[in-house]
């Protein structure tokens, strides 16, 4: 029906006669004479509707009105002196049309197109309408051409693209499954997929070596700006590999997707452990795009005055006291500033928030007194503080401290607009602990199938696994581990975390067995694709970046689902709904 998509025209196709389609943006008529802005993917041209040369084209435009679908023929012609639109692509040309086909009309939108002051729900609800939004239609385009690049890299890398099972068995990955009952097998669930792993392990077991996969993952947890119930990876595993094999496919593809989006990166990415991250920046996945390292001095309140300061600092296994120099922060922190930042700390476990303000004088605060002048002047000296800096500190629990002066640090980062938004900082993270303890506990950290890397260390929480995150920004985008492909080990692992031989036969039968049949070292890492693109394309929140998201409660107004299954259904699949007291 087109000869050409509206932004594609030039000065270069003046005097040709062309044929477009696309939906009315815009109606203007001006003396007699009818301009509509026509929109299509590619953007926007003006189309010219004179009377005095097409009286029919122009009768018809009299009666177009916003979002109809029109097809329309004429000549290109360069816009007459001073009115060019420099905001558009083809400002300088416009179409006389000749013919005009109206062919839909639409009802008044309930919301205009790039209008993103309406409230999500109401966008959400007509999802179809909020997705004409050209900067909207930008993001889909871009994700479109990083999945052809993720194709085409590790194609060319060896990678073979395998598709996996939705419907499956469910299996503890970390988070809660989506259920899917079976009419055929009274009383028995498939799970969705909370990842490909125990399949894409079973493939290396199979010997394709190189597997990957643009895959759907569902996990049924509470949502935030990064998370969704169903969400997209690019799922890879390579056999007789090691970690820096798996890193460096990882880094080859982040290379190409960025690079096909105009931005370069330089690779290697800077590589730290677990530890390192958490005792400097409180967070697993740090924003590098700023400095602000938290700085430990637990050691200089040893003999602190204070009772409760000593007693924190001399169990520095279990605690830790954290200093966060803001430089230049004493200007911008007022007294109602302060209150605010204690009262934020507060909502994550801090008993308050001590600070210390450096003056030409000297340093001013509550926690002067419970300090030696000595030890003071080796803190100022250890955290680089000068005058005009504030300094912050957190004490306590470690994961409590690290926590909320993690979060501390971004908030002040973005307060004082310290970030520079247009960076994109890359590190790995890596020697991550394989267990950790909880209220019911050891969990494994990453999941059970990670291959640890001193399972003979005394201390269960001193045995490391072989797992690498990549971070971006202050985000994970992505993760994995060499797997454990030895079933004594597996065994071992299974033991540590308290899963018995009955249940790990129950859950994991078919992967312990396919182990004993000549698994070879494998490895692998998925990204989270819908996270790379929001930051990519620098999106408010990851539901902008899918095309029928969910809203916070995983909820589709869209389509108003979940709903209600008829009582039908419900016996088709042996299944009778319990009421519930509100």
Known sequence: MRSHYCADLSEQNIGEVVSLCGWCNTYRDHGGVVFIDLRDRSGLIQLVFDPRDYEGAHKI????????VLIAKGKVRKRGEGLENPKLKTGKIEVLVESLVVENKSLTPPIAVGDESVGEDVRLKYRYLDLRNPRLQEIFITRSKVAQV???TLSHLGFLEVETPILTKATPEGARDY??????HHGEFYALPQSPQLFKQLLMVSGFERYFQIAKCFRDEDLRLDRQPEFTQIDL?????NADDV??????????????????????FKRYSYKEVMESYGSDKPDLRFDLPLVEVGDLFVDSSNAIFSSIAKDSKKNRFKALCVKGGDKFFSRKTLAEAEEFVRKFGAKGLAYLQIKEESAKGPLVKFISEANLKILLERVGAS???????????????????????QKIAQDMDLIDKNAYKFLWVVDFPMFERNEDGISALHHPFTMPSNLD???LEEINSVAYD???NGFEIGGGSIRIHKQEIQARVFDLLGISKEEAQDKFSFLLEALQFGAPPHGGLAFGLDRIIMLLCKAHSIRDVIAFPKTQKATCPLTDAPSVANEEQLRELHIRVRETKK
């Open 247 to 268: 890193m460096g496919v990882a880094e080859e593809v982040l290379k190409s997707i960025f690079n096909a989006c105009g931005i370069a990166i330089v690779t290697p």
């Open 150 to 152: 993720v194709r085409n």
């Open 237 to 241: 595993e390579m056999s007789f590999c």
């Open 179 to 184: 259920l899917v009952p079976s009419r055929v």
């Open 470 to 472: 990549v971070v971006l």
């Open 387 to 409: 005058v005009g800096d504030i300094i912050f500190f957190g004490a306590g629990e470690k994961k409590i401290v690290w926590d909320y002066m993690g979060r501390l640090r």
């Open 457 to 459: 260390a005394e201390d």
């Open 61 to 68: 435009a009299s009666e177009v009105r916003d979002e109809y």
